[in-house]
């Protein structure tokens, strides 16, 4: 069904406001898949706090024109469906590369993050990045450490003392 050109306007306008807001996005090549496997990348889009979308490419350049994401435009060829990360960087990146390992037809064409624009081959170190929860805990353990070592050097100095 074709869409008249309020419907286009509404479908820039909501990208472009999803794009603004976004930490990442993947534009992946859908050409393959059944409704079944797409429908079921959304749940799970869904699910993990992406939104994905499938755009035609002319509104999808118009979207992200005056965004981080504008840098994808030269990759956007063919059908693609974006998605773009709403928690933490390396969520959209997961899902595909998630997908993808078992639906060998989704293929990432273009990754975006902080204004550069990336290929397919970056795909996996996005994906690798660690969620907030995680980089929180990361973080927390690092700060930890010193913390644990004191304890023990003041533990270690008091039994010296009450030894003596």
Known sequence: MA????SKKAVVEEVAEIAAKAHSAVAAEYRGLTVTELTELRK?????GVYLRVVKNTLAKRA??????ECMQDGM???LLLAFS????GCAARL??????????LITRVV??????YGASELARLASMPTR???IAMLMSVMKAPVGKLVRTLAAVRDQKEAA
């Open 64 to 69: 992200v024109a005056g965004t981080d994401f």
């Open 112 to 117: 975006a993050i902080n204004g550069q624009s």
């Open 86 to 89: 709403m928690e933490d960087p």
């Open 44 to 48: 799970t889009a869904r699910e993990t």
């Open 133 to 135: 929860d995680q980089a």
């Open 96 to 105: 595909v590369s998630d997908f993808a390992k078992t639906h060998d037809k």
């Open 77 to 79: 060829v063919g059908p």
């Open 3 to 6: 869409l008249n050109l309020d």
